[in-house]
Nanobody
Framework: VQLVESGGGLVQVGGSLRLSCEAS????????MAWYRQNPGNQRELVASISEYGSTVYADSVKGRFNISRDNTWNTLWLQMNSLKSEDTAAYYC???????????WGQGTQVTVSS
């Protein structure tokens, strides 16, 4: 499975960005997908996750501002980020889990920089 993120960039505080992640390869057994983020020297942290049934989980820091969604037909994952803060600056990574084959996959990351 290959995951390719897009949509990162530079935005001002209070602005919005929409990240996309396209999955290809053996995608039919993917169940959970998620977005993580990481800054240099810090651990990678969960931003939001979504199950194959649409159940979502959000980090407290992004609740009410970010929205995760997926389209299983097109094997695409999105993260709509609104009311961005400077502390949202990070590299954002797409993640997918395949329970049947006991595999986890990561994208290469896309940088989000929020300037004040």
């Amino acid at each position: 499975v290959q995951l390719v993120e897009s949509g990162g960039g530079l935005v001002q505080v209070g602005g919005s960005l929409r990240l996309s992640c396209e999955a290809s390869g053996r995608i039919f057994t993917i169940d959970d997908m998620a977005w993580y983020r990481q800054n240099p020297g810090n651990q990678r942290e969960l931003v939001a996750s979504i199950s194959e049934y649409g159940s979502t989980v959000y980090a407290d820091s992004v609740k009410g501002r970010f929205n995760i969604s997926r389209d299983n037909t097109w094997n695409t994952l999105w993260l709509q980020m609104n009311s961005l803060k400077s502390e949202d600056t990070a590299a954002y990574y797409c993640y997918a889990r395949d329970t049947r084959y006991e595999a986890e996959y990561w994208g290469q990351g896309t940088q989000v920089t929020v300037s004040s």
